[in-house]
């Protein structure tokens, strides 16, 4: 009741405030005024809705807090989806569906939809690489796009150059990216928070102005053209085959990242991740190297960046600097953030979500960014943790089972 | 119980830690044996973490010696060693201020301690082999013991930012345990903790004492803890030692005295 009589007057007081840009309108060649009076209606009638709204979901988190608090309901229990995910026969069915529908996608669809499928699974990728560095290790990388372009351009200019094909260079550009994650690691290691952020950001601005402005090296900014699509034993294949391949080579990778990063997370290493990012004085404490975890953190980050900025540049046979803007490592971070930080499908689908919805939602084009900007603020409010938050492996005892079953 | 029959596991000679003007410990000697349990007390501010940090390789020493001699090893000298250096070494620590990783289960911040005795590097993790997996499962069981022993086996999957103050204690003991220390540091283990804690800490100690044979040494205010369960007490004032012996000679010293209530008026 409150909630409706706070919204009414907000809506009130808006309908004033627009009064004159909404009701009053001049129009200067008949010299009438005109008065739209319908436009206070709706004025009114969708600020209301949206106050009310606000409110209620407002009211209903802190009143969750509140039930937390006072110990009736667990904040971190599972919710209903983490809940499923821990139902091992759902899951091998639901990722045996996934599979299939992911297999089946470029026939159904066309090429079109193909290509837009191969960008947002470039940005899983991409997701899922940051996500080591920022949402396992907790690095704040703000230049992960650098790492990319360190991919594309190699495989740009070593086949330039030398003609080399893709899969001689897939592995290449990703050890290379490594290495200069760990030429990045170096320097930041005594570095936290802020000032890493800084950091990083201005190494993304430097990959960007050294290619833009070392034109021997890189062609500047009118970038690499004609670069080789990945081959199939020599095939010669039109426009259509060679999308659906680079449709397959991209599940292929993206499937390997899963596996790779998952079970990285819950390893010994990624366990070392995780306590840097908790705590950095008590890992340390703990007896673990912070230098070698958190130079394996950026390597490995990078090392996906750079396998999957191969792919790129093949797919897109052409590339230039403005591919690698800081609007790119900021689209990246948002994945991994509005996905949950540490959460391999979290990632995923923020991806998805992320690279998909501007694709098909041409139509509202011009208010792309507002939607995105809005959805994110009403995200980081309702449900910082991300779409889906990461949940740590539970292990099983034979001696806790005994014992919960005696009690 | 006779010092002389008992290895000396940590000797320092001379610690002195300056912050630019400030001198903040003073050249400190003290020394901890095998099976020993010492305390190091003094008023707030009178140096005993930063003594801790300099020990443990936190802070770099301005001067003096910090030597380690674990049993059956080489003698190391470990000033400016990295924290994590001291600790594989075989010096675990605890914090004043619980710094557990919040985030991560109570059975994995145990698990974490296993890290420096453990080598699953990134090929083994990533392609899971006979060997990696093993390794797993004996840092699951040897965690899980741990948990055992403190008492919070029960919370294995919990949060560890869910449990009760004094568990969390409790975990970061365990923690600490988990890289198989020969000497173990407590800072201030028993802060906030009520009475009844207190007193399972108490036995919690000696256990691990007698049982792990650990040595300890602990900073504490709480003089009840201290007085029951040391063998040797050091006092600390403003960044010097003023006193160094059993509880009943530190309970009679009359400087000792003087530093916690002030000096006795003259009448």
């Known amino acids: ?407 | 119980m006779s010092d002389t029959d008992k290895q000396v596991l940590l000797e320092v000679k001379g610690l002195t830690m300056d912050f630019g003007g400030l001198r903040a410990v003073d050249s400190i000697d003290l020394s901890v044996s095998e099976g020993e349990i010492a305390a190091l007390i003094g008023p707030n501010g009178a140096g005993k973490t930063t003594f801790f940090n300099c020990v443990t390789g936190i802070y770099t020493p301005t001067a003096g010696d910090i030597l380690l001699h674990p049993k059956g090893k080489p003698t190391r000298r470990v000033n400016g060693s990295k924290p994590n250096k001291v600790t594989t070494l075989g010096m675990a620590r605890t914090f004043q201020n619980i710094r557990l990783f919040p985030d991560m289960t109570v059975l994995e911040n145990v698990m974490i301690g296993r890290h420096c005795r453990t080598r699953t590097g990134l090929t083994g993790a990533i392609l899971r082999g006979a060997a990696a997996r093993k390794e797993e499962q004996e840092i699951v069981e040897f965690s899980y013991c741990l948990l055992e022993k403190v008492g919070l086996d029960e919370f294995a999957n919990e949060y560890s930012k869910n449990l009760p103050y004094g568990a969390q204690r409790r975990l970061e003991i365990a923690r600490a345990m988990a890289t198989e220390p020969f000497l173990l540091l407590l800072d201030e283990p028993a802060a906030g903790m009520n009475p009844q804690e207190t007193t399972d800490l108490d036995a919690l100690i000696c256990r691990i004492r007698d049982e792990e044979q650990i040595a300890i040494l602990l900073i504490e205010h709480d003089m009840k803890l201290v007085m029951n369960i040391s063998d040797k007490i050091h006092v600390m004032e403003y960044g010097k030692k003023i006193a160094t012996g059993t509880p009943n000679e530190i309970k009679d010293n009359p400087k000792v005295i003087e530093a916690y209530l002030g000096e006795e008026a003259e009448a």
């Open chain 1, 1 to 407: 009741m409150k909630n409706l009589k706070q919204s009414l007057a907000v809506s009130l007081w808006f309908i004033f405030l627009t009064f004159p840009l909404m009701v009053v309108k001049v129009n200067t060649s008949d010299k009438i005024v005109q008065w739209r009076w319908m436009n206070i209606l709706w004025v009114g009638l969708a600020i209301f809705l949206l106050s009310f709204v606000w409110r209620h979901a407002l009211a209903r988190k802190e009143a969750r807090q509140m039930a937390a608090q006072s110990g009736q309901d667990d904040l971190n229990k599972p919710t209903r989806i983490q809940a499923m995910l821990e139902d091992q026969k759902l899951r091998t069915r639901a990722m045996f569906a996934l599979l299939i529908v992911a297999l089946a996608f470029p026939w159904v669809f066309d090429t079109y939809q193909s290509t837009i499928m191969i960008s947002a699974l470039i940005y899983v990728v991409l997701g899922l690489g940051l996500n080591i560095t920022v949402g396992l290790a907790g690095l704040l990388d703000l230049g992960y796009v650098a790492f990319f372009a360190v991919g594309a351009y190699s495989y740009a200019l070593l086949n330039h150059h030398f003609g080399l094909g893709f899969w001689t260079v897939l592995p290449v550009g990703g050890i290379l990216s490594c290495l200069f994650g760990v030429i990045l690691g170096f320097p930041i290691l005594r570095l936290r928070g802020d000032y890493l952020a800084i950091v990083t950001l201005g190494f993304g601005m430097i990959i960007k102005v050294v290619l833009e402005n070392w034109s021997d090296f890189s062609f500047g900014p009118s970038g690499i053209a004609n670069i080789d699509k990945p081959s199939l034993f020599g095939l010669k294949m039109d426009i259509a085959a060679s999308t659906t391949y680079i449709y397959y080579i991209m599940i292929a990778l993206v499937i390997l990242t899963v596996i790779v990063t998952g079970r990285l997370k819950n390893s010994r290493i990624g366990r070392a991740w995780i306590a840097l990012r908790e705590d950095e004085i008590a890992c340390v404490a703990m007896g673990i190297d912070m230098a070698r975890t958190k130079l394996s953190a950026y390597a490995l980050g990078a090392f996906w960046a750079g396998m999957v900025g191969v792919m790129f540049a093949a797919k897109t046979t052409f590339i230039n600097p403005a591919s690698f803007t800081f609007m790119e490592s900021a689209i990246i971070l948002s994945i991994v953030v509005l996905g949950g930080m540490g959460s391999i499908l979290g990632v995923i689908l923020g991806a998805m979500i992320l690279i998909l919805m501007p694709e098909y939602l041409r139509a509202f084009s011009e208010y792309r960014m507002i939607i995105f900007g809005a959805a994110m603020v009403l995200m980081m409010i309702f449900r910082p943790q991300g779409i889906i938050s990461n949940v740590r492996q539970k292990y099983q005892f034979k001696g806790l089972k005994e014992k919960t079953e005696n009690v």
